[in-house]
């Protein structure tokens, strides 16, 4: 069970970053424009 929460927070927190930098790009592009 630990190993499982770990995995879903492992997960979870790629998500995130994935989704800040997706959001830091799209802001970029629309400064630059």
């Known amino acids: 069970m630990a190993t499982h929460a770990r995995v879903l927070g492992r997960l979870l927190g790629r998500a ?10 799209t802001a970029k592009s629309h400064a630059c424009v």
């Open 16 to 25: 995130k970053l994935v989704g800040y930098t997706d959001l830091c790009n």
